[in-house]
């Protein structure tokens, strides 16, 4: 199923001339996965400690989005310019739910938002992608699959936080979104662990 995820490619191309620059800087993969991980974080405790400032919540899309800039370069950086290491994978996937979770928790404080709904919503995000690096662990790659990845997960997110932002007040429309994407979570750890299974050779599930 196709995702936002499958643009990867024309978006690390816009990327490139910055990321060879960066690299002739001397910057690593490491420091950029980091930075991308303290702006998250201070991102994310802004929105919590506000309870959802909508000057905040209207500059969420933007801040999503250098956060994927940011992860697209890291990779660049460990791929093309010999910066791979197992504390950059590690890294990698620790920050990459960290900062889902520090981002997108804090929705919860949102007055009218279904606070329950935004966790379960996280904790599909965690597994999902818990369920993708399993994936290397049966003999098979890490999985992508969707339809509610990453990317996917910031664009509802960042959706959200602008319609709440400009003065949409959180209601039953918010609810039934955050019950959408829960669902879409949960068929995205399915689809995961299905096709993983497949690659390595055991198609039951």
């Known amino acids: 199923m196709a995702t936002i995820y499958d643009l990867k490619p024309k978006f690390q191309a816009m990327l490139r001339p910055l990321c060879t620059a960066l690299a002739k800087a001397g910057v690593t993969a490491n420091q950029v996965t980091l930075a991308a991980f303290a702006l998250s974080v201070i991102y994310g405790a802004a929105i919590f400690l506000t309870k959802g400032a909508a000057y905040l919540l209207i500059g969420l899309p933007v801040i999503l ?6 992860n697209a370069i890291d ?6 310019f010999d910066q791979k290491s197992t504390l950059g994978a590690i ?3 620790l920050t990459d739910v960290l ?17 329950p ?3 379960v919503v996280v ?4 597994i999902a992608e818990m369920t993708g690096v399993i994936g290397l662990q049966i003999g098979a790659s890490r999985r992508y699959d969707g339809p509610f990845g990453k990317s996917d997960r910031a664009f509802f997110f960042g959706a959200l936080a602008l319609a709440i932002g400009v ?9 039934i979104l955050l019950a959408l994407a ?9 689809n995961r662990a299905k096709r993983a299974l497949k690659e390595a050779g055991d198609g039951n599930l």
């Open 123 to 126: 904790m599909f995000g965690v």
């Open 167 to 175: 003065g949409a007040s959180p209601a039953l429309w918010s609810t």
């Open 91 to 93: 890294l990698n996937e």
């Open 75 to 80: 990779g660049m950086l460990a791929r093309e």
């Open 117 to 119: 709904l935004v966790v």
């Open 182 to 190: 829960a669902m879409l979570g949960a068929a995205t750890i399915y």
């Open 65 to 70: 989005f250098l956060r994927m800039a940011l």
């Open 99 to 115: 900062s889902d979770a520090v981002l997108y928790l804090p929705f919860a404080m949102i007055a009218g938002i279904h606070a």
